[in-house]
């Protein structure tokens, strides 16, 4: 077990020393080739910045498991490897074998559990999601939390078709939340017709809307031109 625990040892140190403690001994500079941090947008280091913070986690993992090794060497020394530390029992050998760090009996291992704990922030801010969407309200109709969430989420999400707000989506234009309100007008006419400052030269565009107007058999049959190369303006 000794020798087992010292190759361990020896090989997390290489590790640290081989990727120069994560990158950790790299400044930022040498990184993104930046002089200076302050002329950029704090987005613009985004990325540097969590490389930089998981290499922060992988030093500190690493750390704790040589502090393990070290601990587990020292109980060699003194003759009490094997034995836990609350009962004193010996701690059987596959147990040994699977964990040689370990320094308690599978009975007094410490039990990972869930925390309960929640930010202070959500007794403030309550409820902590959805407060800023105010559609139930009905005596509101300006821009809320659930309008700003739609601007972002029309460039694309993660999300498959299977968390479709909808079920069955017939493109992934129709999975947004209610994609199929209208945004930024009240009628579809108001979204595909257009005058120029004086009232004249009535410009269609045949967008989305105009198409659903003309599928439903609204309206005027002569905003359909004959002739594709007057498409667009009468």
């Given at each position: 077990?000794?020798?087992?625990?010292?190759?361990?040892?020896?090989?997390?140190?290489?590790?640290?020393?081989?990727?120069?403690?994560?990158g950790?001994?790299?400044?930022l500079?040498?990184?993104?080739?930046?002089?200076?941090?302050?002329?950029?947008?704090?987005?613009?280091?985004?990325?540097?910045?969590?490389?930089?913070?998981?290499?922060?986690?992988?030093?500190?993992?690493?750390?704790?498991?040589?502090?393990?090794?070290?601990?587990?060497?020292?109980?060699?020394?003194?003759?009490?490897?094997?034995?836990?530390?609350?009962?004193?029992?010996?701690?059987?050998?596959?147990?040994?074998?699977?964990?040689?760090?370990?320094?308690?009996?599978?009975?007094?291992?410490?039990?990972?559990?869930?925390?309960?704990?929640?930010?202070v922030?959500?007794?403030?801010?309550d409820?902590?999601?959805?407060?800023?969407?105010?559609?139930?309200?009905?005596s509101?109709?300006?821009?809320?939390?659930?309008?700003?969430?739609?601007i972002?989420?029309?460039?694309?999400?993660?999300?498959?078709?299977?968390?479709?707000?909808?079920?069955?989506?017939?493109?992934?234009?129709?999975?947004?939340?209610?994609?199929?309100?209208?945004?930024?007008?009240?009628?579809?006419?108001?979204?595909?017709?257009?005058?120029?400052?004086?009232?004249?030269?009535?410009?269609?565009?045949?967008?989305?809307?105009?198409?659903?107007?003309?599928?439903?058999?609204?309206?005027?049959?002569?905003?359909?031109?004959d002739?594709?190369?007057?498409a667009?303006?009468?």
């Amino acid at each position: 077990m000794r020798q087992q625990l010292q190759i361990q040892l020896n090989e997390l140190k290489q590790q640290l020393d081989h990727n120069e403690k994560f990158g950790l001994s790299e400044s930022l500079g040498r990184q993104t080739a930046e002089l200076s941090s302050y002329d950029n947008h704090p987005a613009d280091l985004g990325s540097e910045l969590y490389e930089r913070e998981k290499d922060l986690a992988l030093m500190d993992h690493a750390e704790r498991a040589i502090m393990e090794v070290e601990q587990a060497l020292v109980k060699l020394d003194t003759d009490s490897y094997g034995r836990c530390a609350v009962c004193g029992q010996a701690i059987p050998w596959e147990r040994l074998m699977a964990v040689p760090t370990t320094l308690y009996c599978k009975t007094h291992a410490s039990q990972k559990s869930v925390s309960d704990y929640r930010p202070v922030e959500e007794e403030e801010l309550d409820p902590p999601f959805g407060r800023t969407s105010l559609d139930e309200q009905s005596s509101y109709n300006g821009f809320d939390g659930e309008d700003a969430w739609q601007i972002v989420e029309q460039w694309g999400t993660s999300n498959t078709p299977a968390m479709a707000e909808y079920p069955r989506p017939d493109s992934y234009d129709d999975m947004e939340i209610e994609s199929e309100e209208n945004d930024g007008y009240v009628e579809d006419l108001e979204s595909f017709l257009a005058t120029d400052i004086y009232g004249r030269h009535v410009t269609v565009v045949r967008n989305k809307a105009y198409k659903h107007y003309m599928e439903q058999g609204e309206g005027d049959p002569l905003l359909e031109p004959d002739d594709e190369a007057t498409a667009g303006e009468f």
